[in-house]
């Protein structure tokens, strides 16, 4: 039995070596990679969002000379929107921190609709409705972490709210005199500037693409609005309005030349 031990020792000190000669060799474990993109660059996107509007209205007898002949009112409105742009931004460092600028265009194509009674119409009503906007401005924003942005946006816009059709709210019209029971304000452009806050994430399991959420203001310059008939007459009555824009949304972003995930850190 003691030379039967013995052989066996002998056995498999002579074969361990072989054993693990054939055993594969184990790969290093390589290091984590990062999802570092590069915001410098172009992009396109689109997507939607909620909005709402407010407005000043005040009622002039068109002269000469004109006078206003009624208090100031507010009305206003909410509704949808859809949006697409596109842009280019240039990331640089300051010290140890990274920050992005860019410049970029919008277009909104949006139904925030509200009721309207024109304190020149005195007892006429009308849906009243901003069916688009444009934006152009500028961006500075500060990379919190390597794929999250966070911003401020600035610049100058326009919104078109379309043509409001004027009916009896209740009884007969009774001023001015002689204003019939249908009248309408035509389509009108208001121009203005905005400021907006926002933040983009880069989604890092679909390589350029990023997801955006921005709350923008708009204000807008004064306009008058002349209350025509039907016909097309003057009604020798107008509006001044002066609207306030508020809008939400959210979009998806991709971007031409992202960089792509860099070993080591930021």
């Known amino acids: 039995m003691k030379k039967l031990a013995i052989a066996l020792a002998a056995v498999a000190a002579l074969t361990a070596p072989a054993f693990a000669a054939d055993m594969p060799v184990r790969t290093p474990v390589a290091a984590p990679v990062a ?23 005040t009622g002039f007898i068109d002269g000469p000379p004109r006078v206003p002949f009624t208090a100031t009112t507010t009305a206003g409105g909410r509704g949808y929107l859809g949006t697409v742009g596109g842009g280019c931004d240039y990331q640089f460092p300051v010290g140890g921190w990274n920050f992005n600028v860019g410049a970029f265009a919008d277009y909104d194509w949006s139904s925030i609709k ?41 610049g100058y816009t326009q919104a078109t709210f379309d043509r409001t059709n004027l009916s009896v709210a209740f009884g007969p019209p009774f001023f001015p005199v002689g204003l019939p029971a249908n009248a309408l304000i035509d389509k009108k452009t208001y121009k203005g500037w905005f400021l907006g ?21 708009s204000e ?25 824009v508020h809008t939400v949304r959210s979009e998806l972003v991709y971007r031409f030349n992202w960089g792509g995930p860099v070993a080591g850190r930021y």
């Open 197 to 217: 806050a926002g933040d983009e994430y880069a989604i890092s399991f679909l390589p350029g693409l990023f997801w955006k959420t921005e709350y923008r203001f």
């Open 114 to 154: 509200g009721k309207l009674n024109p304190p020149a119409a005195i007892g006429l009503v009308g849906d009243e409705k901003e069916s688009s906007a444009w934006a152009v401005g500028g961006r500075v924003g500060w990379l919190a972490f390597p794929s999250l942005l966070t911003y401020f946006t600035g």
């Open 35 to 57: 999802y570092a993109p590069s915001w410098t660059g172009c992009y396109v996107g689109g997507g939607g969002g909620y909005g709402l509007w407010n407005q000043e209205n």
């Open 220 to 244: 807008f310059d004064v306009e008058t609005n002349p209350i025509r008939f039907t016909t097309g007459a003057p009604s020798g009555v107008s509006d001044d309005s002066k609207k306030w």
